[in-house]
């Protein structure tokens, strides 16, 4: 009895080292789990009879090192969760703590085993998220979109002198206006709705120019687009006490202006809208006149250039045309019972009965993780205990060895006593 209980033992003891093995083996493979031997006691009716390896168990909960890849579409997660695919295949879900995607050629997001990661699309245009499904990348180019907005803050000096003289409109595209008649003058990049380029230039002015007076606290603004005077000149002006911007009003027109140029056909075909320039914020102190933000809406269309995620799990496509749009959100599951989920490979699991069934929502959201990009979570595979527990095992099965060998021996005097 005794040989068969040892011999049981030495079997159990190399399941147990081709698990630790294993662990070892993968210890360098991304968001791998070290998994451990269970051993159990054999027992038929009342009597024990040996031992073996009742059960393994995955350290799923443990979190692995995170090591800095630089690569734009790396991500690991930080806290509980699992990135969701698709087998391309099956069309199994499958989950992994495994964030090394890519764009496959026909427009989708994917892992590094060619499955189609899960998310929510996201409506570039509204940043509303759809249903759970595949994550669409849109690699092809995106429109033009006419500019219908300029925002302009800056400090129109109130130490400006009126033009010496009046302002004339340039009589053709090719004219520039004397610099005699304004004190400042900003451009700004506007776009048609074929994506045409056009520079709207806003010429500053101290009111009474031509006349030899200046009106305190009074600025005419007169607009040109591409060499041609447009619009009604607008009058600011400022609080003699706070320097703060009275009209246009702050408050009843939200600090804005429209250029009425809707229906404007321009050369290359393209149509203009109105311009609505909000002036909020621009203030009329002494001392030096300074810009601090002067931007256009509106851009050029542009083709697919790269694509890049977010630590909220926001896939983001980038343009030629220098524009970024969040065209998804990669989903993040979490289990009542993480530790019970059903492994398929080294990285990578499915749903069981007693895992239950995972709650899904996008990164950072409940009890999901944040993600961490340009980064991969590493095996948590520990190779100090590994090796402790490979000593461990050498012991054990010289220790059963011996009593192989020592009930050999008692069985050999028995038969020469006989």
């Known amino acids: 009895m005794s040989f068969d209980i040892a011999l049981s033992g030495i079997q159990a003891i190399n399941d147990s080292l081709d698990i630790t093995s294993h662990n070892i083996a993968n210890a360098g493979t991304y968001g791998y789990k070290a998994s451990r031997a269970n051993f159990a006691t054999l027992v038929a009716g009342n009597q024990v009879t040996g031992v073996q390896v009742g059960s393994t168990t995955q350290n799923i909960g443990l979190q692995g090192g995170i090591l800095n890849t630089g690569r734009a579409l790396d991500a690991s997660i930080n806290g509980k969760g699992f990135f969701i ?38 409506d570039v245009k509204t940043g509303v998220m759809g249903a759970l499904g595949n994550v669409a990348i849109p690699t092809g180019a995106i429109p033009a979109v006419a500019s219908d907005k300029v925002t302009y803050v800056g400090n129109l000096s109130a130490d400006w002198v009126a033009p010496t003289a009046g302002w004339t409109a340039p009589a053709t595209a090719a004219d520039a206006p004397d610099t005699a008649t304004f004190n400042m003058s900003k451009a700004s990049v506007l776009y048609d709705s074929l994506g045409g ?32 005077e447009v619009g009604t ?45 909000n002036y909020t914020g621009t203030t009329g102190f002494a001392g030096e006149a300074t810009t601090s933000t002067n931007n256009a809406d509106g851009y050029a269309s542009g083709t697919f250039n790269d694509l890049t995620l977010g630590t909220d799990g926001s896939v983001i496509a980038s343009y030629t045309n220098g524009q970024k749009q969040t065209v998804g959100r990669v989903a993040v599951a979490t289990f009542p019972d993480e530790g019970a989920l059903t492994a398929i490979s080294d990285t990578s699991w499915t749903t069981s009965t007693s895992s239950g069934e995972p709650l899904i929502t996008a990164a950072g959201v409940g009890m999901a993780g944040t993600l961490s990009v340009s980064t991969l979570e590493q095996s948590n595979v520990d190779i100090t205990s590994e090796l402790v527990g490979l000593m461990t095992s050498q012991r054990n099965y010289q220790a059963n060895s011996k009593v192989i060998q020592t009930e050999s021996t008692m069985l050999q005097s028995l038969m020469q006593a006989i």
């Open 85 to 122: 695919t698709k087998d391309a295949s099956t069309n199994e879900t499958q989950y992994t703590r495994v964030g090394i995607f890519n764009a496959s050629k026909d427009g989708y997001l994917i892992d590094a085993s060619g499955r189609k990661v899960q998310g929510y699309p996201v």
């Open 197 to 228: 380029k056009h520079t709207l230039t806003q010429y500053f002015a101290r009111t009474g120019g031509g006349s030899g007076a200046s009106t305190a606290n009074s600025v005419d603004v007169h607009y040109v687009l591409d060499g041609l």
């Open 233 to 277: 000149p607008t009058t600011m002006t400022f609080d003699g006490t706070t320097g703060q911007m009275l009209t246009p009003d702050p408050t009843a027109a939200a600090g804005s202006i429209t250029l009425a140029l809707a229906g404007t056909v321009t050369a290359n075909g393209g149509v203009l809208n109105d311009i609505v320039i």
